[in-house]
């Protein structure tokens, strides 16, 4: 991980490509072959794996910050992304600023503080964007602890899903395990919404567990006192590029909301847990963060993260 970023050397390497390949902000953008073909030539990494990383640094799902402005279809946690004969790609402003402070100028930016890595296994959280600068912000004059703290408060995946968590553990910089919740919203007398599933999860998936209690309410295992009738009639996915994960759930008539919410927080993928550290405590990584990059031009460079935040926290 690089302490100018925090980015991986494959994310740089990807940057590196898009440089050496002419797709810049002000280009055109550029065949995303050609991008994964030039870090094959200059790295070893293999197209399809070079490519996943390509579209996960645009994809608005996976990270805050996206350093890859992308032109076609990026895929989805369901469905793979188009070819990269078909789709083109060019560095975003961060993305060409993140490349120049690897190259050495413009200064540090804490984009992997924010975006975290555990899309790819790892166990730095994604964070809140626009509380991560407040915090920095507040390091730079000297807050204190709890200032801090508060200000960062519990980690923010770009699903949007709910989390929860001990945030004085989490804080203290040990493995905290977050609880993470796709959030269930009552959108009629006999409707309710799913939508913004944790990270990593399968909203077909989810649908089809769904469907098989439907189809199968007194199969063995049934939670006790629901041996009778399903109090789900009807599940269809409703997701789209514009909406999101969204599943309309419809509720029998003779059974309530909150019966069928509680049979739908039974669902694996509706609810998970994931185990995350920064592997210090947070004040410290911020303070740190500011001492060694230093207060020149700090607003400058937390200007650029700002403007290049995606999802809608």
Request: charged share 20%.
């Amino acid at each position: 991980m690089s302490a100018l970023t925090g980015l991986g050397p494959i994310e740089v390497g990807v940057l590196e490509a898009c440089d050496r390949t002419s797709a810049v902000p002000a280009a055109p953008y550029r065949k995303s072959a050609l991008i994964v073909g030039e870090l094959y030539n200059t790295t070893g990494i293999g197209p399809r794996f070079g490519y996943e990383v390509l579209c996960d640094m645009a994809r608005p799902y996976i990270s805050h910050l996206a350093l890859i402005d992308f032109h076609g279809n990026f895929g989805s946690v369901e469905f793979s992304p188009a070819s990269p004969r078909y789709t083109e790609s060019r560095l975003t402003p961060l993305g060409a600023a993140a490349l120049e402070a690897e190259r050495g100028g413009g200064g540090a930016l804490p984009i992997g503080l924010i975006n975290g890595d555990t899309h790819v296994g790892g166990s730095r959280p994604p964070m809140h964007p626009r509380r991560v600068l407040s915090a920095l912000r507040a390091a730079a004059m000297d807050a204190n602890d709890d200032e801090l703290v508060d200000l960062v408060g519990l980690p923010a995946f770009p699903t949007g899903c709910a989390v929860a968590g001990e945030r004085a553990e989490f804080a203290s910089g040990q493995p905290t395990t977050l609880r993470l919740h796709a959030r269930i919203t009552a959108i009629g007398p006999r409707d309710l919404v799913v939508s913004h599933l944790p990270p990593d999860v399968n909203v077909n998936t989810i649908a089809n567990s769904i469907q098989r209690n439907i189809d199968f309410p007194g199969r063995p295992g049934q939670p006790p006192g629901r041996e009778g009738p399903h109090p789900i009639a009807q599940v269809n996915d409703q997701s789209t590029t514009a909406l999101g994960t969204r599943l309309l759930i419809t509720v029998r008539p003779d059974a309530d909301l909150d019966e069928a919410t509680r049979v739908l927080n039974d669902i694996y993928g509706i609810r998970r847990a994931i185990t995350v550290t920064f592997g210090q405590p947070l004040p410290a990584l911020l303070r740190d963060w500011i001492r060694i990059h230093g207060r020149d031009d700090l607003e400058g460079r937390l200007a650029l993260i700002e403007a290049a935040i995606v999802t809608t926290l």
